[in-house]
T-cell receptor, first 118, second 110 residues
């Protein structure tokens, strides 16, 4: 079946502009996660959704970052007034459930959106 | 101290070698453990879950030591295609968040 789909795959923007990144999770997966990976670095957790609600927003680096998920499916991550330090690959993952048996919360990743802020 | 720590490497090994990576985690209440593999400029993909009793999948063996809070991955008979970054991943006790180590880079040479 289809995996996690992210768009755009690449985004180049000017400093100060807003950007919107989209994630379409695997059908039936209730949990959705956003991560950021800077060049040569590990994955940084940003936010987690269980259904449409976001019980954990602890990883959002600043108030310029926001995310929403509607209909328990597609999620958008919005970065306002982008800065050069926002340049990174933004990865989305989904899992069948956010808790419970290990197999149900194995996360499957999309290919990411590579954001470059000039 | 980082929650999940790994030696970044790189580990340069010849084909056929056996190589082992360790990973330490700081949260003793962590529930589940995984190894993910990430190829250059690609997304992470699950390699294997790590069970308390240890588990094996072909050439790959994962072990967990809860007392010492470390996880290991052993790769036997390394192939060129094993070249990648291996990410140690820990799930917290609330079950909703994965914490990733910084990864260990493996390069298998002919």
């Amino acid at each position: 079946g289809a995996g996690v789909s992210q768009s755009p795959s690449n985004k180049v923007t000017e400093k100060g502009k807003d950007v919107e990144l989209r994630c379409d999770p695997i059908s039936g997966h209730t949990a959705l996660y956003w991560y950021r990976q800077s060049l040569g670095q590990g994955l940084e957790f940003l936010i987690y959704f269980q259904g449409n609600s976001a019980p954990d927003k602890s990883g959002l680096p600043s108030d310029r970052f926001s995310a929403e998920r509607t209909g328990g499916s597609v999620s958008t991550l919005t970065i306002q007034r982008t800065q050069q330090e926002d340049s990174a690959v933004y990865l989305c993952a989904s899992s069948l459930n956010g808790a419970g048996a290990v197999a149900k919360n194995i996360q499957y990743f999309g290919a990411g959106t590579r954001l470059s802020v000039l | 101290r980082k929650e999940v720590e790994q030696d970044p490497g790189p580990f340069n090994v010849p084909e056929g070698a056996t190589v082992a990576f360790n990973c330490t985690y700081s949260n003793s209440a962590s529930q589940s453990f995984f190894w993910y593999r990430q190829d250059c400029r690609k997304e992470p993909k699950l390699l294997m879950s790590v069970y308390s009793s240890g588990n094996e999948d072909g050439r790959f063996t994962a072990q967990l030591n809860r007392a010492s809070q470390y996880i290991s991955l052993l790769i036997r008979d390394s192939k060129l295609s094993d070249s990648a970054t291996y990410l140690c991943v820990v799930r917290n006790n609330a079950g909703n968040m994965l914490t990733f180590g910084g990864g260990t880079r493996l390069m298998v040479k002919p």
